[in-house]
């Protein structure tokens, strides 16, 4: 029977689009698993670093009581290390040896006896960074930094048992660095962080107050048309000619110190603006009539029928379109480069207007230099930015839970 | 203008129920424009206190409209405008000293869909009174807030839930929270927009003895698309027809013996 057919045909139909829907999702999701693997596997390294734990012995003659700031440390070091192979004694050979040491092999040490000079003229065990060369090689991955020589000094030591393995802190501790073992993204998370409270105090207040204006209270004239108009089109506006825009105005008209969170947060501000308004717009506009009408039936004023119901009720989809638009803004890099975030940058930001970093500018950075630990590194800030991701939309689905209301 | 003069309604004799009552609410000559749309045409009434008055007519007749013109709602919708004179008790609500707060806060009004607030149910009944101030202090405002309730027939459902939210309530239970609410700030003339429309039969008939009891203190206005509702309700009959009020009366003469044609279709069933 046709009529028999014609159903056979829809049930088809509706297996086909099931099938071509189960697709597309699978596709999708091979696809992140492939990204998130590439980049988990070449960031695994950054994790974890060998060091090796010297005693070294803190030669007054080399360290100055008077003035410890000054001694050398890395002499020390570079001593203790000797120590332990007595048998290179050319001026060529103990150099190559001192080659598997980091640059900031002797930090620790120094600290330490900052922190304690009683420690000059006594033996103080302390662990002593590595080369990223020397982790890398430790770590099973073919180097070409280091010599075979310098490979087999660094067996023996494994070997001896001097050379341990730990959870990099350093990566999480540090500011950047121009060498691969002592670069850490501390300078660039609080960089963000700092940023983003740049960013939320002025964007929010700004665009709620700005939707509620006007969704609720504005004439509906041909003025609001261009304004509403020209809000959606700066929405789509590409990111970098926000920061081209900061430089003019931020950087040359009122002279906000360049590279600072304080001027990354006023050009990230503008850019989430638009997002923050269109968002909170269409969360008043969802909260049903019948309850401001209710307030009004009962005798409240327009703006305490606003501000008692419809905005409460709105509050959910502020809150996620808010979340939405921050972390666009946290991943954020054209706009920042503009106004100087892209500065190689040691120290630690202590406030809004010490220069600073952030991390997808970070990312940037160090996907640009050459050192196999850096390739590495890059990997792990991004992971690390993929998870300050992650947790600001966990808390965007935990404040929508909150505050929802259902009738 | 030939649109401001009152025009005399179609009736045999003057309304009994408004010679024997003060006429709370009088409109003369309005008319209701939506943009180009006249949704009203020249329409005068008078709407007796303690009684219900109720408005009867097919969908889109504008009984609606003339309504939430009373409580002046209409100032709320782009592109709606008033003209004529309705005065409540005397005092021109249009009047520029008039506050419109003030009006909306005399005039309550309860909608065709129940809405209480997503807050709880003393909430809700609380907030009128709140934003008004007419409570000296918490218990004062806790004395309204039951008061209201028992007026509107629903403390001895909700007084063991009082701060569970209003909307977790029964349809019929949501409207008598949305009466309450309305009779919390001390009204003296209840609108109602098809108030059970939404209500199932059981629900009608309890918000219908309800209306009755509230006529007694307040002015009801209803409109229903239930002829049977009229008739069981109200004291004052009002039929509307494309914008024009036809025909005005005591229900019970006007159920017996309509004077217009339309009227007595409408009331027979033959159209709308």
């Known amino acids: 029977m046709s009529n028999n057919a014609l159903v056979k045909k829809r049930y088809a139909a509706e297996r086909r689009f099931k099938a071509y829907g189960l697709a597309a999702i699978g596709v999708t999701t091979a696809f992140l698993l492939f990204l998130i693997l590439d980049i988990a596997i070449k960031a695994m390294p950054t994790f974890f670093v060998h060091e090796a734990t010297l005693t070294v012995n803190v030669d007054p003659a080399l360290i100055d009581a008077a003035n410890p700031v000054a001694g050398d440390y890395l002499g020390l070091t570079k001593k203790a290390l000797a120590a332990q192979f007595p048998d290179v004694t050319s001026r060529g050979d103990r150099k190559a040896l001192n080659g598997i040491l980091s640059a900031g092999a002797a930090d620790g040490l120094q600290q330490r006896v900052l922190a304690d000079p009683s420690l000059i003229g006594k033996d103080v065990t302390v662990p002593v960074a590595l080369n990223s060369g020397a982790d890398l090689y430790l770590k099973g991955y073919a180097t070409a930094q280091l010599s075979d020589r310098q490979k087999a000094w660094l067996d023996a030591l494994l070997e001896k048992g001097v050379i341990s393995k730990g959870f990099a802190w350093n990566f999480l501790l540090n500011g950047d660095s121009r060498e691969p073992e002592l670069a850490g993204i501390k300078g660039a998370l609080i960089g963000s962080v700092l940023t983003i409270i740049v960013t939320l105090a002025l964007a929010l207040p700004l665009g709620v107050a700005a939707a509620l204006y006007l969704e609720e209270f504005a004439p509906k004239n041909w003025l609001t048309d261009v304004i509403e108009i020209n809000i959606n089109n700066l929405a789509a506006v590409p990111s970098i000619i926000f920061g081209l825009l900061g430089l003019a105005v931020f950087l040359n008209i009122f002279g906000v110190p360049r590279s600072t969170p304080l001027v990354g947060g006023l050009v990230l501000a503008l850019l989430v603006l638009p997002t923050i308004i269109i968002a909170s717009r269409a969360a008043l506009k969802s909260v049903p009539p019948s309850i401001k009408e209710a307030a009004l039936g009962v005798g409240a004023s327009h703006q305490q029928a606003v501000f008692h119901h419809v905005l409460p009720l709105a509050i959910p989809g502020i809150l996620t379109g808010t979340i939405l638009g921050v972390a666009r803004a946290l991943g954020e890099t054209a706009p920042l480069l503009m106004i100087g975030m892209i500065a190689f940058i040691v120290d630690v930001p202590k406030g809004f207007t010490d220069a600073a970093t952030v991390l997808p500018v970070q990312v940037f950075l160090w996907s640009d230099l050459p050192e196999q630990a850096f390739q590495s590194r890059t990997a792990a800030t991004i992971i690390l930015l993929l998870l300050v991701l992650f947790a600001f939309n966990a808390l965007a689905i935990y404040l929508r839970k909150r505050f929802e209301r259902r009738w | ?272």
Do not use: W
């Open chain 2, 1 to 272: 203008m030939n649109d401001m003069t009152p025009r005399t309604i179609f009736t045999p004799a003057p309304p009994r129920i408004i010679a024997e009552r003060p006429a709370k609410v009088v409109a003369e000559g309005v008319n209701v424009h939506y943009g180009e749309k006249r949704a009203i045409h020249d329409l005068s009434i008078s709407i007796p206190d303690k009684a219900v008055s109720a408005f009867i007519g097919p969908s889109g007749c504008g009984k609606s409209t003339f309504l939430r013109c009373i409580n002046r709602m209409n100032d709320t919708i782009a592109g709606c405008r008033v003209t004529g004179r309705i005065t409540v008790d005397g005092h021109d609500i249009h009047d520029r000293n008039l506050d419109v707060v003030q009006l909306r806060a005399r005039v309550g009004m309860v909608f065709q869909k129940p809405n209480p607030f997503p807050k709880s149910i003393f909430e809700n009944v609380a907030y009128g009174p709140r934003i008004h101030g007419l409570a000296k202090d918490k218990t004062d405002l806790e004395r309204i807030v039951v008061e209201s309730l028992k007026k509107a027939g629903l403390f001895e459902e909700v007084k063991d839930r009082m701060l569970q939210p209003g909307t977790g309530l029964s349809g019929g239970q949501q409207q008598r929270l949305c009466i309450a609410r309305a009779i919390a700030v001390n009204p003296e003339i209840i609108l109602m927009d098809e108030p059970c429309s939404a209500l199932d039969p059981i629900a009608t008939a309890r918000i219908e003895e309800l209306i009755h009891e509230l006529k007694q203190n307040y002015c009801i206005v209803i409109v229903t698309h239930s002829m049977q509702q009229a008739a069981r309700v109200s004291d004052l009959t009002a039929f509307f027809h494309l914008g024009n009020l036809i025909e005005v009366g005591d229900t019970d003469v006007m159920f017996t013996s309509p004077q217009d044609k339309k009227t007595q279709d409408y009331i027979t069933g033959r159209f709308g």
